[in-house]
């Protein structure tokens, strides 16, 4: 199947590749304590946002429900898709989102943005989240990857001063 690069999904591809690299690059230069530091009064760090993105918006919105791939590397806990064990190290949870990423493009790349997802229903049925085509799992994603974005501009100027936007 040939996809067509249409003006719509090559902005939704730019504007979710932007906002990974902002997540990223709001990471760049901070050390391994204060990667691992919990911020705010919720309890989470910047590894563990970058570990939930791996987890719960590239492998799970593009892999289980886009590709129907097997749920099979959830972690047991609730909200255990947030945490790092303290052995494993930042490269290692950094490289698990290039990769997820990576893969994520790939199934992307072989749909159209109107194709069906293979697992339609939400895991958050209550919430009323409907994803009848790939472009709304893609705005989904972007959605979350954005406010995630944004909750590291605010974490990394209380970690480092380091501010985003520059008033």
């Known amino acids: 199947m040939t996809v067509e690069n249409t003006p719509e999904r ?9 906002q990974r690299r902002h997540v990223l690059d709001q990471l760049e230069g901070l ?7 919990p911020v705010l009064p919720s309890g989470w760090s910047c590894l563990g946002l ?15 429900v886009v590709a129907g791939e097997p749920l099979d590397f959830w972690p047991e806990g609730e909200n255990d898709d947030w945490l790092v064990a303290p052995d494993e190290s930042a490269e290692q949870v950094l490289t698990a989102y290039r990769a997820a ?8 790349a072989a749909r159209g943005l109107d194709e069906p997802p293979a697992q339609p229903e939400s895991w958050w049925p209550e919430a009323g989240l409907e994803f009848p085509d790939l472009r709304a799992v893609i705005v989904h994603v972007l959605v979350e990857t954005a406010t995630h974005a944004g909750h590291l501009d605010a974490v990394r100027e209380l ?8 008033l």
């Open 159 to 166: 970690l480092d001063g380091r501010q985003y936007v520059v």
């Open 101 to 108: 990423i990576e893969r994520s493009d790939e199934i992307v």
């Open 10 to 18: 090559a902005l939704l591809l730019r504007r979710l590749g932007h």
């Open 50 to 64: 970058v570990r939930h993105l791996t987890l719960s918006d590239e492998r799970y919105w593009f892999e289980v």
């Open 31 to 37: 050390g391994d304590d204060q990667l691992r530091r």
